[in-house]
């Protein structure tokens, strides 16, 4: 019998699931039809930084794979081609072209979600013009772009977080006047106050001006309709392009209308094996979905490519007739704001206090490499650990060149549950152009026995 | 009560452990003294390749503690004094002034041993005429460099391995012209075959001779009594200046002498407290004791100051009143020879074999960032785990920027236990700069799913 698998969005999540299901099944056991409301499939969202910022200079580099090479696998690509409804009780999908209006009806056996995430765009005066741009996706970026070759001398940014401030690394490489405005004390809310003051205190270095606890207001539009300021609580910053970072959502209005389970984030809540709960045969993966936090053990929404990717996998393993689950996340994220690295795992102390856990912190200063092999760079870390137990809880790291990654060594060891005392018997990789014989993420571990 | 704990070795083992005792008690509970036969205490040994080489200007730069600094912290250091003796019966060891000659006994009620590790030299004609070296103590890299001070041009390296491979690295920046000399078919043979090619490969493209598979003979000497040649069953390799890169042997002649346990690698046996097996009161760290390997569940002799320091700081705890133990190690070890990062963790297949485990392999090939992203490096990526169980066993490494740490991955999830399908699952950090979307690691675990 051949079983007819429909997916909706032709990104990382959807795309990874029907190539992995077509490595498993063959079209004569299994139909594929996929649904793409853009121009592209199967890119790097999070590589657009840095082709807006002129690193990757063509945007097709971000381009995994093309609609055509998807059609060269027996998989059915519509592009621009929008699903309006989910139709579960008759299991079939409405699609709309977007070229033409046309609607239709198609029916499935199994259905992969994977509608991804969208920028959020506070309903504030202004923000919906021409010139504030989103950069979730390729056709947003290529429409930053365009305003870019415009006169524009003064971006601002609005949000602090990993695309605000990669948004912001990427104006100051196009030789733009950078203001970050965000809400929180410090940028990058995602690690604590004292490591976001570091990553502040690095960018002001870098000759941005960052406006913390500011709320945005509005975007003062000047007579061509575009921005000449943004307004916030602290002040009108001067603005000739706004771009938004102010985090994404997960785009389920489909999924709500058809009565599948949404958690607190908005996102879908799936089993480990990323089908929807309670639901046979559909399946849901990428930025539309919320993730177990293996630390917390609470659901949350994580808009990040490889677990898109891991999740499609998953997805397409079981499609296949495999068995695969993904067990969740540890919150592991890096980043960077041109050359400060940027990067956490596990728990910050406010979650672990939401989490109900006593805990522990310590905070230590370590180099790269050993301090007498050139290019030693300075880092800070921070952990985190439960108060008695001792078990690991968080990692967070702010430094130069070599520090970001070092952060995998924390996320294994979350995932394994270890105690911070075994953290600092850990056989990591020593070598003077590596690291110092002691690693800076032990040197931390150390500190907080 | 005062105790007294004597400490034969002032180096990393043996210094890490009376500083940690010292911190833990004050003089008056504990007097402390430290033998030392060379003219430095509490240096890295790891780092003499690359002040050798040039890239580390001085030489006190490795010098992580003074004798002086150790003394302010109380501890009676005494250098170019050698202890010649234990006599565990009496509890008291006997040392020689190297300067003057005298001899004395000093009693102990706690005895720390951290007599490290000598270079491997052959007992074969001309290996111990000077202009052939050994860099295991600075003073052994002093007069290395004082024999580049002559008009060398040829440098000859006998070994392959991480020392070998360094000094290799190290004349080449200096200027000489080098050829490798190895006994295995490859060199780097910590990694498996297939593996070592690529660095010898590389090597070759960096001008090297390489020549594997040849065992040394012989140095011939020239009139003034330096070397002109070494002789290797693969024929003579004209130098003027000679390098040992043989490995090193636990320097353990006095513990054997005074009738203490002793691995098949002539390293001595510890507890996992660092207490030397079923003696009260004497204990050993460092290049001179055998490690557990927690994978294979056997005893190795690693040398590693990263070990010695781990090894010390848990005998200074165990000394001081607390309690620590060092659990083993997984065979973790990152190197590089230029621009090539070389690292590994766990079993290599043949050990894997020996410990008669069945195993599978994959190899795969990735960048060492997003594949778009300026800088992304390729990197080869051995994972090799046990059949049946999927439990991961070991992991290579040899890239290019961003290759070598890579393996900690590896480390930590092979002293958790994890299989390869859990590493599959593991929450790395993940941004364009800094990896793949799959990090290559897991790229391996899924290739050898």
Same mark, same amino acid.
């Given at each position: ?46 590589? @657009? ?113 990993? @695309? ?17 405005? =965000? ?34 207001? !509005? ?14 609580? +602290?002040? !009108? ?53 919320? /993730? ?8 949350? =929404? ?22 695969? /689950? ?22 910050? !102390? ?14 230590? !200063? ?18 985190? +650990? ?11 790291? /702010? ?51």
């Amino acid at each position: 019998m051949t079983e007819h698998l429909v997916v909706v969005g032709g990104d990382a999540a959807g795309m990874s699931a029907a190539a992995q299901a077509r490595r498993l099944r063959g079209p004569e056991r299994l139909r594929i039809t996929a649904f793409e409301r853009g121009h592209f499939s199967s890119y790097s969202a999070c590589g @657009i930084p840095y082709w807006v910022g002129g690193d990757v200079p063509e945007r097709d580099a971000l381009i995994a794979r093309t609609p055509e090479q998807h059609r060269a696998q027996g998989i059915d690509l519509l592009m621009r081609t929008e699903v309006v409804e989910l139709d579960l009780d008759r299991r079939r999908v409405r699609s709309r072209d977007l070229e033409d209006g046309s609607e239709a009806w198609t029916g499935f056996d199994q259905l992969v979600i994977g509608t991804g995430a969208e920028p959020v765009r506070p309903p504030l005066p202004g923000f919906d013009a021409p010139g504030v741009h989103g950069v979730q996706t390729l056709d947003e970026g290529q429409a930053l772009l365009r305003t870019l070759e415009r006169d524009c001398r003064r971006a601002v940014v609005v949000g602090g977080g990993y @695309i605000g401030i990669e948004m912001a690394e990427a104006m100051v490489r196009r030789g733009l006047d950078v203001t970050v405005v =965000h809400r929180a004390p410090e940028p990058m809310s995602t690690l604590d106050p004292d490591m976001g003051r570091l990553v502040r205190e690095a960018m002001e270095g870098m000759g941005m001006e960052v406006v913390p606890g500011a709320e945005a207001k !509005e975007v003062l539009l000047g007579p061509d309709g575009r921005p000449r300021a943004v307004v916030s609580s +602290a002040g !009108e910053h001067p603005a000739d392009v706004v771009v938004l970072g102010l985090g994404v959502r997960p785009r389920t209005e489909l999924a709500r209308a058809a009565g599948l389970p949404l958690g607190e984030s908005g996102g879908l809540r799936t089993e480990d094996t990323m089908r929807v709960r309670g639901q046979e045969g559909i399946w849901a993966g990428g930025d539309c979905v919320e /993730v177990l936090d293996q630390v917390s053990g609470r659901y949350r =929404h994580i808009a990040l490519g490889t677990h898109a990717n891991k999740q499609g996998r998953v997805i397409g393993i079981n499609l296949g007739g495999g068995s695969a /689950v993904f067990p969740g996340v540890v919150g592991t994220a890096v980043s960077k704001v041109c050359a400060l690295e940027i990067a956490r795992t596990g728990l910050k !102390e406010r979650e672990a206090e939401a989490a109900g856990l006593a805990y522990e912190s310590a905070v230590i !200063e370590a180099t790269s490499r050993a301090g007498y092999y050139p290019g030693a760079a300075p880092m800070t870390v921070k952990m985190t +650990a439960e108060r008695g137990s001792g078990r690991m809880l968080g990692l967070q790291i /702010v430094g130069r060149e070599g520090a970001a990654k070092r952060v995998d060594i924390g996320a294994v060891a979350l995932t394994a549950g270890m105690t911070v005392d075994q953290v600092v018997s850990l056989d990591l990789g020593y070598a003077p152009p590596f690291s110092p014989v002691w690693d800076p993420v032990q040197v931390a571990a150390r500190r907080l026995l």
